[in-house]
Each structure stands twice: as C-alpha cells, then as structure tokens.
C-alpha cells in the first residue's frame, strides 16, 4: 500500500510530500485547475516515490501551465526522480531545477 500523497500552497509553489504514484494521485488531479491557477513553480524534495503515472501527472501539469503562458520550474528532484525522467527519455521535455 502507498503512504498518502499530501500537497499543499505556499505563494507560487505547490509543495509535493509522500508518494506521488497511481495508488495516490487522484486528490491531486481532480484538484489541479485550482491548485494550479498561480503556480509557477513545483517543489518535489519532499517526494519519497514517485512512479511512471506520477511524471506523467507532472508532465500534464507541465502542460497546462505552458498553455497557459506559465514555464513551470519543477525543483528539488532526487537522483531517483532523474533516473526515471532518463529512462523515459524525457530531459528535452522536462528539464529540471537543480537549485532549490
């Protein structure tokens, strides 16, 4: 079973906690037009997991904001997170803030 994937707003950031895989995801999706509406930025450092629906739930998200005229930072990846955007041949898409 998944630990529980918590989130929460702090200024233009959303801040990710837990595990961010299918088991886990859908408060977060069902949530995202609202969570979203003024963020331009994503804070992962606190993700314990994340699994393939996971990144693809960041990438959507990525995707939206881009439509809306917002370059999403996503930060605080850890090497596994960078493992798998690699696996998944993603850099080109998703490039990543390796800065705080």
Known sequence: MSAALSFESEQQTLI??????????LP?????????????AIDVAQ???????????????QEEQRQRGVALKIFG???????LIALYNLQAIMPVDTAG
Not at 30 to 38: I, K, N, Y
Request: glycine share 4%; net charge positive; no cysteine.
């Open 77 to 83: 990846v850890t090497e596994r997170l960078k493992t």
């Open 16 to 25: 990710l906690r837990g595990e961010l895989d299918r088991e886990t995801l």
């Open 47 to 61: 993700l314990q997991r994340v699994d393939s629906s996971g990144l693809a739930l960041l990438l959507h998200l």
């Open 28 to 40: 977060l999706w069902r949530q995202r037009d609202a969570l979203m509406a003024d963020k331009t």
